[in-house]
């Protein structure tokens, strides 16, 4: 079956980094394109970019030059590479992915941007 693990969340500090990773499993990994939201405290989802088949990037505006989506299709893993992190980047960050037209979410791992 369908499966996202994300893991690598944490506490930083504003103005640091980190790697998020998303494992997929039960579809072949690389054939379609694979999001990542985000839900901060009080806040609905929300789209914070996507990596398509062909490896293509998009960002929403909030985050474009500060987070890049690369990914491993021989690990079968998306990575959220954050830098220059902000309080308003606290909140739980999930992969996505469509497969086959259904839509599949991870767990969620936990970011807190706080001094």
């Known amino acids: 079956q369908v499966q996202f693990v994300e893991s690598g969340g944490g506490s930083v500090q504003p103005g640091g980094s980190l790697t998020l990773s998303c494992v997929g499993s039960?579809?072949?990994?690389?054939?379609?394109?694979m999001y990542w939201y985000r839900e901060g405290p009080g806040k609905g989802r929300e789209f914070v970019g996507e990596?398509?088949?062909?490896?293509?990037?998009r960002y929403a505006d909030s985050v474009n030059g500060r987070f890049n989506i690369s990914r491993d299709i021989a690990k079968k893993t998306m990575f959220l590479h954050m830098s220059n992190l902000k309080p308003e980047d606290t909140a739980v960050y999930y992969c996505r992915g469509a497969v086959d037209l259904r839509t599949y979410w991870g767990q969620g791992t936990q970011v807190t941007v706080s001094s």
């Open positions: 039960g579809f072949k990994f690389g054939w379609y394109i």
């Open positions: 990596i398509t088949s062909l490896g293509g990037t």
